[in-house]
């Protein structure tokens, strides 16, 4: 974050830019499908937690704008140790616990799609080319593939 502080605001921006557009996106997905698939309680959570994402990046930004505006000081994106009397405390402070409620409020989206994922279930069908991983399908013969069938029942 001090060395490359571009790349770090780049990668927020890019992982809570496009994660809130993605929010967005499957809270008006979730109001379309409503009742078919789902009830109206998941689209009202997802709705207010993709709220409460929007008010996070809404103070992470106007705070960390004050924060870095030149008022408190020069290098301020290199300081990591934050002393309680020192000039620019508070801008710091709620930028940090916006940043951490933002993180907070994606791993809460993610948690509404547990009753999406709990009407699903995956089922897998095994196989069987070879006797080994190192055989190619067509040196496979039909008398060691039915030792292999006679050998499995």
Not at 77 to 98: A, C
Request: charged letters at 10%.
């Amino acid at each position: 974050k001090c060395i490359l502080y571009y790349i770090h605001v780049l990668g927020a921006c890019l992982t809570f830019g496009v994660g809130s557009i993605y929010m967005l996106v499957q809270t008006i997905l979730s109001y379309l499908m409503q009742p078919e698939l789902h009830s109206k309680d998941i689209f009202w959570a997802r709705l207010a937690v993709f709220l409460w994402s929007c008010s996070s990046i809404l103070t992470m930004f106007v705070s960390s704008v004050v924060l870095y505006s030149g008022l408190y000081g020069q290098n301020l994106v290199q300081k990591l140790h934050w002393d309680p009397q020192e000039r620019g405390y508070t801008p710091h402070i709620i930028s940090t616990v916006s940043e951490w409620s933002l993180a907070f409020s994606f791993l809460s989206f993610f948690l509404t799609y547990i009753r999406d994922f709990q009407k699903i279930s995956l089922r897998a069908v095994v196989s069987l080319q070879g006797q080994t991983l190192h055989e190619s399908p067509g040196s496979f013969r039909a008398e060691e593939q039915a030792l292999l069938i006679a050998g499995s029942i």
